[in-house]
């Protein structure tokens, strides 16, 4: 058996392996380095929506709620992001209303004062001519007492409608659908506003269909819907002149309309007559003795019955109502 060996300087093998040693050094930083920037990556990829996150509810708390949440990912933040979205769109949608709703509140309370306050005042003032004497004076006692009855009859009407309104509102109100006439309804409509018409010289004209035809509604509250349309249109038109009811059967719906030669109405004041309280002419309207809520009741009538109440006015020609309803 025969050998070879092989000497090497013991000074290149330390050198050796101290480059070794120094290239694994080396390595082990680049790679520590490396480790840390990825993680680093990582992280602030994980915190940073997590910190919009915080950062938009310290927003929702402090009431802005006009920011958005960017959503860059679909994982669980991204769905958490798009969620925070829409609970703030919801929160600033439900504030609106808040607010809307406050400002009708307080301009309702306010109209309502006011109404409250003018035949209560009058009545009050009757009442305090009459004690002053004034009612052992047969000349001026019955004028003064038919004063006082007329407000006091306003007043009951405006209670009357406050009630109305209130329960049509809150829900109270229900419907109860039957299927009927509807040319016998207006028939007797009609007869019930002939004396109101009456006072005034005005023509209630009568267009139906011949023979009976049929829908579907609440008949007491369609009787008063279309009462206070026809009252409307008697108040405000002038005397002599003529409120025509028309009834055009189609194939699934009843088409009523019931128009006036009144004054008409501006365009501008067509999208507010269906608010509570809203008046074209305040004084006038006073004059004739409306409650301003008719119309309001009119409108949540009609939407109750499935429909959606429409008006047309020409000014200085007259304003036709129309709405459908459903065989």
């Known amino acids: 058996m025969q050998f070879v060996r092989i000497s090497v300087e013991l000074t290149e093998v330390n050198r050796i392996m101290y480059e070794i040693r120094f290239k694994i050094v080396l390595v082990s930083i680049f790679v520590l380095v490396l480790v840390l920037i990825v993680v680093q990556f990582i992280s602030r990829r994980l915190t940073k929506p997590l910190t919009e996150i915080a950062d938009m509810v310290k927003e929702i708390k402090a009431g802005n709620l006009d920011q958005k949440l960017p959503v860059r990912t679909r ?119 002939a004396d109101q018409c009456a006072a005034k010289n005005q023509r209630l004209v009568v267009h139906v269909p011949d023979g009976e035809v049929m829908v579907l509604g609440d008949k007491d509250r369609l009787m008063l819907a279309v009462g206070n349309i026809i009252d409307n249109a008697s108040k405000y038109s002038p005397a002599e002149s003529a409120i025509t009811v028309d009834v055009i059967d189609r194939e699934q719906f009843v088409t009523i309309s019931i128009s006036d030669n009144g004054p008409g109405i501006e365009p501008e004041h067509l999208p507010r007559i269906f608010e509570r309280f809203y008046r074209v002419d305040k004084n006038r309207s006073r004059d004739v003795g409306g409650t301003g809520l008719g119309l309001a009741i009119v409108k949540h009538i009609i939407e109750a019955h499935g429909g959606k109440i429409s008006v047309s006015s020409e000014v200085g020609k007259g304003t036709s109502f129309s709405f459908d309803l459903k065989k």
Do not use: C, W
Not at 98 to 106: A, D, G
Not at 115 to 132: D, H, M, N, Q
Not at 156 to 163: C, E, G, V, Y
């Open 75 to 193: 994982d669980e933040i991204g769905r958490l992001a798009s969620l925070i979205n829409e609970m703030t769109d919801k929160l600033k949608a439900d504030i609106e209303q808040l607010k809307k709703l406050e400002r009708v509140r307080s301009e309702f309370l306010g109209n309502v004062s006011h109404e409250l306050r003018t035949p209560i005042f009058s009545l009050k003032g009757f009442l305090e001519t009459l004690l002053e004497g004034a009612i052992d004076d047969p000349a001026v006692n019955k004028k003064f007492i038919e004063k006082a009855y007329h407000h006091a009859n306003r007043l009951d009407h405006l209670l009357s409608d406050l009630i109305e309104i209130s329960r049509i509102e809150s829900g109270e109100m229900k419907m109860s659908f039957r299927y009927f006439d509807v040319v016998s309804f207006l028939q007797q409509a009609v007869q019930d506003s």
